[in-house]
């Protein structure tokens, strides 16, 4: 059989200059380039289950039908292929698929249909689609636009930036710069590696450095950045080896076929830039630092010359840290040399200014508490709830899903029918922690500012293009509470900045050999899970730290980051109640008298017990102000924002799935399945759904046991549970074990289409998971290893095969 492939593109790279959001939900960040694509054979009549890739969200898209190589001339308009689209069409327009993005912002759908055939039907369809456009691309002119509750500036939000210019040439000449440092950043690291190189830039060799977030810049004109300049790229790369959401639009620009330049020169347009790159990543994922690899390709390919290497950070080998510092020397180097810069000694000179601020008091309605903006602090926050602005939800229900003394996972129920907010079975929803009231103590009080916990101070950035991380004014105590990541693990660079503040001579001894020293700082410091402050205690012995800057540590700390957590409910079941099941962060180390304690989990263990009946939660010894600032997180609230995914279940129903699911890898498969036993309740005729779930005892951490006996009830022979317990016999039992047990069927139902779904473990398991189903196919259908690993990487590329790893 022939097969065809059509590309699906975002809409949002077109209308790069009208500021469409960078939003998660586009389908095509799973896509290779900008392009998702969708194969289906090439056949006169074609039925929807033969498709596959077809996005069950984010259908914002322009459809462009592509000719394939391989494949011959683009398939033309089908009866078949017009009837799905419209339904796609009809379902995204009818209704924002993340509410909590504002609908004002969503372009409308642009079709560009060519091969096609149009028939009258088609006509109409394109004309209305036509008019939805130009209606979009008016709009604010010819019609109203509901004003964007952003418009009240918040620190870091899309519109606290929207006074300022997105010419980067315009920005380093009025701000003076000649060093710009962009980051592409999802959960902090890159953006503080940013920070870092920015003022290191600056205090060892002088450069007038800036860091910019790439979604608040144009990049046109990135043709016109003077030779004598320099440009640095830190970039995380996420999913399929895809951009963070704030590097989308840039990605999709810089890597198109022929990126629309200011000098409208094509041939070498950045012949005179002058770039440097840092990758982050993590080597279990299969597109391994794709962000850096294809930015500096495509720099390269436009004529940029980039000065020393491209760097690559490993989180998944535990060395992104170690990778970064080994990288940036020799870049140093050759920056200097390029640049003709003098190294100079380094001296400390702050960012940011406090002030404190005698005529307030933590009383004073002006004075942030650890409220995350100004609508949150001025009353009822309204919505869009989103990544800057999280909702604060009720916790319906909550209970214990182990049946073990020193293990938890909690299941949680979380209401969000008072916002606007909207998910899907497969999305995400982040969870803003808090700190636990310990370690701010001890963290306060490491830096001699227990005393003062709760002056209020205000904080300014002394040079014009930094940014203060949270709204101020604020005390002490709030922001390390609220707004410091103060139990992540020490940089090793940080750590060596602080010596000069050290509070005697031997300690500034111990810190300077610890940040000059790799090995002994991974056996001291990184191996015990050390935070910053509990190592300055056993540093100086318990003296206080008095003389570091508080500017030093707002630097030197990255912002405390939302966690993730894969939705466990249906959204057709519960629509406005959305479940996570979550394990809770405890580990024991050798060396170590008190277990490591994850930040988030634990603050959300305190909430349970709270919500079950204990006035006062100290889980483990931790106490955490679960009423949150003013007690606006009282009878049990938690801030949340919902992140949509393209982990979904196929639009076709009946369409079999297989689910890879051990430990917290359950999650989403809750939620497939539960949608499932909902559509047949309704009458609805579903596929088989097969879940491999494993856990270390049937009696112990075998969650949600009897759901999956009432879900059996409905679903009867449609539904199979197979499970590994690793932990009762002699030997380990895992899933992947079990899958390949199941070869047959398991290639049986690939024949039949199936969506093979993995969750959990990026590090071993996803990895394993895909190697067995590799050997399968190729036992099965008496195919090479390599083929058969061919076909799996189609099946990932077509969306057949999708995972939710971490
Ligand atoms: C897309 C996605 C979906 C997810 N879904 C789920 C889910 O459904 N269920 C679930 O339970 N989890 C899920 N997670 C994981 C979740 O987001 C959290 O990472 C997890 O709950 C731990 O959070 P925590 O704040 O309790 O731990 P953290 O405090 O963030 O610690 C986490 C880890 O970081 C390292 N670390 C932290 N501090 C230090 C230190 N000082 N020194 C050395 N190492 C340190 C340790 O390895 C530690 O185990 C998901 C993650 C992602 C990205
Ligand atoms: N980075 C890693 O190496 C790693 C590994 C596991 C979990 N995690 C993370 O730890 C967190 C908590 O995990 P969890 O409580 O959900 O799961 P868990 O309880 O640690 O594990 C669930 C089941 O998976 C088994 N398992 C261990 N290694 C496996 C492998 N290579 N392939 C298949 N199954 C395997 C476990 O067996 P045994 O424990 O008996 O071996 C257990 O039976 C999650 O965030 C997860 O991503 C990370
Ligand atoms: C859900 C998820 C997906 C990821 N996907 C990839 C990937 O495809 N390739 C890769 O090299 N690294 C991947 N990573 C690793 C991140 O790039 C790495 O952890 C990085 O440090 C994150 O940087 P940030 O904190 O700036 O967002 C992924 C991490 C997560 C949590």
Redesign the pocket.
Known sequence: MRWYECAVRAASSGERRSRAPSNPYCFNRRSDRTYSRLTFPAADSIDESSVTGIPSVGVLFTVVYKADARTGPCLPLRPWWRVTSLSHLGRSQAQSPNASVPTSNVPPLVAIVTMAELDALDVIVLAVILLGTVAYLTKGKYWGVKKDPYTTPLPGSAAAKAGRTRNIVEKLEESGKNCIIFYGSQTGTAEDYASRLAKEGKSRFGLETMVADLEDYDYDNLDAVPSDKIVMFVLATYGEGEPTDNAVEFYEFITSENPDFSSGETEKPLKNLHYVAFGLGNNTYEHYNAMVRNVDKALQRLGASRIGEAGEGDDGAGTMEEDFLAWKEPMWEAVAKKMGLQEREAIYEPIFGIVERDDLTRDSPEVYLGEPNKMHLDGEPKGPFNAHNPYTAPIQKSYELFNSKDRNCLHMEIDISGSNLTYQTGDHIAIWPTNAGQEVDRFLNIFDLADKRHTVISVKPLEPTAKVPFPTPTTYDAIVRYHMEICAPVSRQFVATLAAFAPDDESRAELTKLGNDKDYFHSKVTTQYLNIARLLEIVSKGKKWSNVPFSALIEGITKLQPRYYSISSSSLEHPKLVSITA?VESQALPGREDPFKGVATNYLLALKEKQNGDASPSPYGLTYEITGPRNKYDGIHVPVHIRHSNFKLPSDPTRPIIMIG????VAPFRGFIRERKKLAENGQTVGKSILFF???RSTE?FMYQKEWEEVKQVLGDKFELVTAF??EGSK?V???HRLKERSKEINALLDQKAFFYVC??????AR?VNATLAQILADERGISKSKAEEIVKQMRASNQYQEDV?
Request: charged share 25%; with cysteine.
């Open positions: 394990v051990p430990g917290t890898g494993g856990c270390r951490d690793s932990r380990k895992y899933v992947q959990g473990d990026a590090a071993n398991m394993e971490w």
